[in-house]
Nanobody, 126 residues
Framework: QVQLVESGGGLVQAGDSLRLSCAAS????????MGWFRQAPGKEREFVSH????????AYADSVKGRFTISRDNAKNTVWLQMKTLKPEDTAVYYC???????????????????WGQGTQVTVSS
C-alpha cells in the first residue's frame, strides 16, 4: 500500500510557474513508477506526465511538453511537477499516482496506477 499526498497547488496568473509535490509513504519508493494526471471541471481525468522508478525515463502529454518537468528524489520519497508558462487551460485538480515499476502497463492510462493521492487544485487566471 502506498499513500500519496500532493501539495503546492494554488491560484496563479497566466505565464506564472508553480511546483507541485507528491510525498509517498512507502518505504521502498524506488519500486514505483510515478505519474501525474489532471482533471478539469466537466472533463475526464487525463495523463500529464510519468517518471520511471530510477528517474531516467520521463514522458509528457503533448499539451505540457516543454513547459512541465517531472522529477523525483527516491531518498526523500518525493516526486515533483515543475510547471512553467502556465495557461488558463492548465486549470485542474492535479493528482499523483503510483504503480509498481515491474508492472508492464500503459503509463498514460489511469487504470495502470493502483495508488492515488487526493489531488491539489491549480487555478490559472487569464
Amino acid at each position: 500500500q502506498v499513500q500519496l499526498v500532493e501539495s503546492g497547488g494554488g491560484l496563479v496568473q497566466a505565464g506564472d510557474s508553480l511546483r507541485l509535490s507528491c510525498a509517498a509513504s512507502r518505504r521502498h519508493f524506488s519500486n514505483y513508477d510515478m505519474g501525474w494526471f489532471r482533471q478539469a471541471p466537466g472533463k475526464e481525468r487525463e495523463f500529464v506526465s510519468h517518471i520511471d522508478w530510477s528517474g531516467d525515463s520521463t514522458a509528457y502529454a503533448d499539451s505540457v511538453k516543454g513547459r512541465f518537468t517531472i522529477s523525483r528524489d527516491n531518498a526523500k520519497n518525493t516526486v515533483w511537477l515543475q510547471m512553467k508558462t502556465l495557461k488558463p487551460e492548465d486549470t485542474a485538480v492535479y493528482y499523483c499516482a503510483a504503480k509498481l515499476a515491474l508492472q508492464r502497463s500503459p503509463i498514460t492510462t489511469m487504470a495502470s496506477y493502483p495508488y492515488w493521492g487526493q489531488g491539489t487544485q491549480v487555478t490559472v487566471s487569464s
